[in-house]
C-alpha cells in the first residue's frame, strides 16, 4: 500500500483547507484509513478515523465539529476538510492505513483511534497562521 498527501499549504486562524490522501496497492481487504498529525516537538497524535468496511468516522474531541474526514467508494483516496483552523492545528499531517477484519462493523470510536498504523504516507505541511 502507497499513501500520498497533498493539499497543505499556510492558512489565516479560522481558514479551511482540504486535504487528499491518494492511496494505491490496496487489496480486497477492508481497511481503517486516518489521519495523524505531528506538532514541532509533540508526538504523532491521531486525528480521525474512517473505515471502509462500514463507513464510521472518528475524531479526537480537539477536532470534532470542525474537521470532516470521507473517502471516495473505491477507498482510493482518503480526505480530511480542516475548518474552523487554529494555530494549535499546526503541524505535518500524515495519512495511514491497516487492515481490518472484512465487514467489520458496530465497534466504537475509541477503537479504531487506538488502532496500530501499518502504511504510511510522507505527511504534508499545514500551517496555520494567528
Known amino acids: 500500500v502507497q499513501l500520498v498527501e497533498s493539499g497543505g499549504g499556510l492558512v489565516q486562524a479560522g481558514g479551511s483547507l482540504r486535504l487528499a490522501c491518494a492511496g494505491s496497492?490496496?487489496?480486497?481487504?477492508?481497511?481503517?484509513l486516518a489521519w495523524f498529525r505531528q506538532a514541532p516537538g509533540k508526538e504523532r497524535e491521531v486525528v480521525s478515523t474512517?473505515?471502509?468496511?462500514?463507513?464510521?468516522?472518528s475524531y479526537v474531541d480537539t477536532v470534532k465539529g470542525r474537521f470532516t474526514i470521507s473517502s471516495t467508494n473505491a477507498k482510493t483516496t482518503v480526505f480530511l476538510q480542516l475548518n474552523s483552523l487554529k494555530p494549535e492545528d499546526t503541524a505535518i499531517y500524515y495519512c495511514?492505513?491497516?487492515?481490518?477484519?472484512?465487514?467489520?462493523?458496530?465497534?466504537?470510536?475509541?477503537?479504531?483511534?487506538?488502532?496500530?498504523?501499518?502504511?504510511w504516507g510522507q505527511g504534508t505541511q499545514v500551517t496555520v497562521s494567528s
Open positions: 495511514a492505513a491497516v487492515v481490518i477484519p472484512k465487514g467489520l462493523s458496530g465497534m466504537s470510536d475509541r477503537w479504531y483511534l487506538g488502532l496500530t498504523y501499518d502504511y
Open positions: 496497492g490496496f487489496s480486497d481487504e477492508d481497511y481503517a
Open positions: 474512517i473505515s471502509t468496511s462500514d463507513g464510521s468516522t
